[in-house]
């Protein structure tokens, strides 16, 4: 997002919570920010002041472009320019998985794609996931989709059922 538009929505936000921002603050808030696209910043701060009683973190208004991406995930595309890329079909993703021999589960990862900018649409340069090409993550013994369901004759679990099948065996 610009500056100007960055500026508008935190004004908003240090009125209605009556703080004051320091030109420092409103320079480390940018610079820690600016990757969140201004229709999504915008979203992010009403929502905050629905819902929260202080004054957000830098970390939460992260956590809320999260929410905001997952709520938006199939108009992210038009929102951001997107470069073909045929190696991550332009999404800047890369899907991939190894398998846990300690905990026998596949551990799901995902890689920013080195062969175009798209990742960018995702992440900043700060948060973004190690940078790959499918061939790379081969070489390194991953595996890729699609996947072989069960290799290893041990199922599938995510993390959520391995959570609850955990918390089946707490007595209480
Ligand atoms: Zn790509």
Not at 135 to 151: C, H, Q
């Amino acid at each position: 997002m610009n500056l100007e538009k960055f500026t508008s929505s935190l004004k908003t936000l240090a009125n209605w919570y009556r703080k004051s921002i320091s030109d420092d603050q409103k320079a480390i808030f940018y610079r820690k920010l600016q990757h969140i696209p201004g229709e999504a910043f915008e979203k992010i701060i009403e929502d905050i002041v629905e819902n929260s009683k202080a004054f957000p973190t830098i970390n939460d208004i992260k956590l809320g472009y999260l929410t905001w991406i997952n709520e938006n995930k199939n108009r992210i595309t038009h929102l951001y320019e997107s470069t073909p890329c045929d190696e991550c079909n332009g999404t800047g993703m890369l899907h991939y998985r190894y398998f846990d021999e300690k905990y026998k589960y596949f551990i799901p990862l995902t890689a920013a794609c080195s062969l175009c900018e798209n990742w960018k649409r995702t992440w900043s340069h700060k948060s973004r996931p190690r940078m790959a090409t499918k061939a790379e993550l081969v070489k390194e013994g991953y595996e890729l989709p699609p996947y072989k369901r069960n290799k290893k004759s041990i199922p599938i679990v995510t993390v959520t059922e391995m959570v609850d099948s955990v918390a089946d065996e707490v007595p209480f």
